[in-house]
């Protein structure tokens, strides 16, 4: 594993890589931490990948819901500090 893909999974909740395993294209909502408070730019960046659900400039975070695997994607992005999985939106059980 190189090293840009270490960091890339440190910026992973572990739950996240453990549903990837089972399905890449189950439904999640994620908490987005952001390294700044989210400016515009990065809002509609994040939007061309996932559904913004909300955001708290304040905190530094977004919530959004989206495919498992396209918030592994975000994960490269430069602005984005941690991807917590909030919520399973599809029962696994029926991804098996």
Request: negative net charge.
């Amino acid at each position: 594993m190189s090293s840009t893909e270490e960091k890339v999974l440190e910026k992973l909740d572990y739950r996240i890589l453990e549903i990837n395993n089972i399905s890449r294209s189950a439904d999640v909502s994620c908490i987005i931490i952001t390294n700044r408070p989210p400016a515009s730019e990065i809002i509609e960046d994040i939007k061309k990948t996932v559904n913004v659900l909300s955001v708290f400039s304040f905190l530094s975070t977004i919530k959004a819901k989206g495919k498992v695997k396209d918030f592994i994607e975000l994960a490269n992005k430069d602005y984005v500090k941690f991807i917590m999985l909030d919520e399973v939106l599809v029962k696994l059980e029926e991804l098996m």
